[in-house]
């Protein structure tokens, strides 16, 4: 129970799953088409992550190079070199064991618009094409930017194991609402889980557990604290950095002129063969949202098990207090830190072995001892 969000960038655990309960909410009501959809994973090789990882400005182009190999695969499979494709990329940086391993979610609408706004099934699509298209993409990226050079891209096709790895998942119906707001909620999640997490004392190592991983045959990593944080923190993403993205059919503009043109609240344009959506979309209200994350109803009474309603909403702290004694609750008034003084305007005391104006990285090599 938190009484403020850190709003932290998709990162804080405990805020993030409340973002991921309302944006798969918000997805499965007002984004996602009334058609099966497919999930996908996009790989990079161990080879090219540290290239990522230095320059953290390449990450946004991972989820451009995915919805480019996508609509490619797409449109060669049906043979629409127009079709709009429809889907939502969520970009990661991490690993089972917080390793930093860039990688691209997609939850794809199985199919394309064709031109007469009929949505035409896909048919199945090889992971192996896939991923040939993929690399071919990053390459030609990286060889653009001049980040690698043509004799490692000619050396790495040359592997029998290339490392860009695509895996896709079943479809999904789509009256099938549940897991269709699971695998939503799958794409959006947080980088690290809290109950995953085990501090062992006295030695206060921190244990990770996991799933099982048959390269090191075990389900659990072990880090020293600070060597924990300094992995956990690579996770944290750049300031205005877009982790989620929307394309196609999905994209803000799309869905923004199927509005006007429609004159409803849908989402993106609807294909002829299905209903058209209602007037204006429910909002999930907070009740709905406690009860899905901790599977508990915060208004029935533990006591009777019926519904209670809002009486009054009390922040006078004397009430508070008040109530609190009568039910044996209080634990007195609330500690709070001293706050601090305000910064001083004179000049900081300055070391007279270390004077400011000194060299901040003197030559150790000159200097002569005893």
């Known amino acids: 129970m938190l009484a403020f969000s850190c709003k932290c960038r998709w990162f804080c655990p ?7 309960q309302a944006t798969a909410a918000h997805l499965v009501d007002h984004v996602l088409l009334p058609v099966p959809h497919r999930h996908f994973v996009l790989a990079l090789p161990k080879l090219l992550r540290p290239l990522f990882q230095r320059h953290r400005g390449l990450l946004r182009r991972i989820a451009t190079l995915a919805q480019k190999t996508i609509t490619e695969a797409l449109q060669l499979a049906l043979n629409l070199p127009k079709g709009i494709p429809a889907f939502v990329l969520a970009l990661h940086t991490y690993g089972e064991y917080l390793d930093f391993h860039p990688h691209v979610h997609a939850l794809v609408a199985d199919g394309l618009l064709d031109s007469d706004d009929t949505f035409q099934l896909a048919p199945e699509i090889s992971d192996s094409v896939l991923s040939e298209l993929f690399r071919n993409q990053v390459f030609k990226e990286l060889l653009t930017l001049k980040l690698i050079s043509p004799e490692l ?20 119906p789509a009256e ?90 849908g ?38 098990q019926k519904e209670m309603r809002l ?29 601090r003084p305000p910064p001083s305007a004179d000049p900081p005391e300055q070391d007279p072995q270390f004077p400011i104006d000194s060299d901040p990285m003197p030559d150790y090599k000159n200097v002569i001892t005893d």
């Open 311 to 339: 009486i009054a909403v009390i922040d006078d702290s004397n009430v508070i207090e008040k109530i609190l004694r009568h039910l044996n609750l209080w634990c007195g008034p609330a500690k709070f830190a001293p706050a």
């Open 14 to 20: 405990s805020c993030h799953q409340r973002k991921v």
């Open 176 to 265: 099938n609402r549940a897991e269709r707001e699971q695998l939503c909620q799958y794409v959006l999640r947080n980088p690290f889980s809290v109950e995953k997490i085990t501090l062992e004392s006295p030695t206060d190592t921190i244990i990770y557990r996991s799933k099982l991983n048959p390269k090191i045959n075990r389900n659990f990593e072990v880090f020293d604290p600070v060597d924990f944080l300094a992995i956990v923190s690579q996770h944290i993403t750049d300031k205005g950095a877009q982790m989620v993205r929307y394309y196609g059919l999905y994209s803000n503009k799309m869905r923004g002129c199927a509005r006007k043109a429609s004159g409803t609240d």
């Open 153 to 172: 891209v000619a050396r790495m096709k040359t592997w029998k194991h290339t490392g860009f790895n695509v895996h896709s998942g079943q479809p999904v």
């Open 267 to 304: 989402g993106a344009p609807w294909p002829k063969s299905s209903p058209p959506p209602p007037a204006k979309f429910p909002s999930r209200k907070w009740r709905d949202l406690i009860r899905q994350a901790w599977h508990t109803d915060p208004l029935e009474c533990p006591v009777c």
